[in-house]
């Protein structure tokens, strides 16, 4: 059973910086697309980056210039190094496997960042 946990949201002030982890266990082999993702309180969930083996990486506009995603190919982790926060990047934000067609999904960790 492929599991997630995510690790590092919290409160921070606008202009601050977070790094959020993800670390997958339960799966053998390397996951070849991680993302995380973020859901706002009666918004819909939204794609924030997602990096595929290789390393290539896409960005919600939202975010391009102040985000960073990265992974540990190794431990099967991801990081999204988060700068510049803005109060609108308060979210739930969640950690994706994608794996032969299927979704997994972390448990999700709040971001809430104060003006």
């Known amino acids: 059973q492929v599991q997630l946990v995510e690790s590092g949201g919290g409160l921070v002030q606008a202009g601050g910086s977070l790094r959020l982890s993800c670390a997958a266990s339960g799966i053998a082999f390397r996951i070849n697309d991680m993302a995380w993702y973020r859901q706002a309180p009666g918004k819909q969930r939204e794609l924030v980056a997602r990096?595929?083996?290789?390393?290539?990486?896409n960005y919600a506009d939202s975010v391009k210039g102040r985000f960073t995603i990265s992974r540990d190919n190794a431990e099967n982790k991801v990081y999204l190094q988060m700068n510049s926060l803005k109060p609108e990047d308060t979210a739930a934000y969640s950690c994706?496997?994608?794996?032969?067609?299927?979704?997994?999904w972390g448990q999700g960790t709040q971001v809430t960042v104060s003006s």
């Open positions: 990096i595929i083996t290789g390393g290539s990486t």
């Open positions: 994706n496997a994608h794996i032969w067609g299927s979704d997994y």
